[in-house]
């Protein structure tokens, strides 16, 4: 069965720094793209960031260029999330997901996603 599961999530102050990290089990590969999302109190769900299985394609929102960072450690299965200069407007459900494509190419459409977990919560205070 396969499994993500974020940890990483918390309270900060707004221009603080917080690191999601995305633990991936049960796939029997590590080439699969994956991506982050969020979900703010009464929004939809909408994408963050995607990067490629081996790390050399990585796409962004606007609205977080220049402050986050994805990457991935396929040695240890896991996917990260570097966010800096939070801002209160970050706050939201932050999810890791994976598109069940060997070697496909990264999105940003949610759709494209077929595993997901169960999400992570991180409040920025301003």
């Known amino acids: 069965q396969v499994q993500l599961v974020e940890s990483g999530g918390g309270l900060v102050q707004a221009g603080g720094s917080l690191r999601l990290s995305c633990a991936v089990s049960g796939l029997t590969s590590s080439k699969y793209p994956m991506g982050w999302f969020r979900r703010a109190p009464g929004k939809e769900r909408e994408f963050v960031a995607a990067i490629r299985w081996s790390g050399d394609n990585t796409n962004y929102a606007d609205s977080v260029k220049g402050r986050f960072t994805i990457s991935r450690d396929n040695s240890k299965n896991t996917m990260y999330l570097q966010m800096n200069s939070l801002k209160p407007e970050d706050t939201a459900v932050y999810y890791c997901?994976?598109?069940?494509?060997?070697?496909?190419?990264?999105?940003?459409?949610?759709?494209?996603?077929?595993?997901w977990g169960q999400g992570t919560q991180v409040t920025v205070s301003s």
């Open positions: 997901a994976a598109r069940a494509m060997l070697l496909g190419p990264v999105s940003a459409k949610e759709y494209e996603y077929e595993i």
